[in-house]
Nanobody, 123 residues
């Protein structure tokens, strides 16, 4: 079992930065691949990026590649999403999720989800 809690969301101007954190409970955190997803009003939840259990590999959606960076600190049971050069279209609720196995961009493959944190980017 893994419980996930996101934090770090807020209001930022376009071009600014935010760092989201996802704190996990459970002694097996290091065995899970972690994903970040987002959902804007009226849209389906979409994959932002993911990181393997070891942290050695990451995968990003084209829309955030080069602007967002995912990292993890297994000793702290935490995964991070560093978001730079934010755009108004990045506005959404951001969720972290955990799954056994490798990174996967499909929401249905993740068994554990946080409650989400709102990110709003003003123009």
């Amino acid at each position: 079992q893994v419980q996930l809690v996101e934090s770090g969301g807020g209001l930022v101007q376009a071009g600014g930065s935010l760092r989201l954190s996802c704190a996990a409970s459970g002694r097996t955190f290091s065995s899970y691949a972690m994903g970040w997803f987002r959902q804007a009003p009226g849209n389906e939840r979409e994959f932002v990026g993911g990181i393997t259990w070891s942290g050695r590999s990451t995968l990003y959606a084209d829309s955030v590649k080069g602007r967002f960076t995912i990292s993890r600190a297994n000793a702290k049971n935490t995964v991070y999403l560093q978001m730079n050069r934010l755009k108004p279209e990045d506005t959404a609720v951001y969720y972290c999720a955990a799954r056994v196995g490798d990174i996967n961009p499909y929401t249905s493959t993740y068994g554990y989800w946080g409650q989400g944190t709102q990110v709003t980017v003003s123009s």
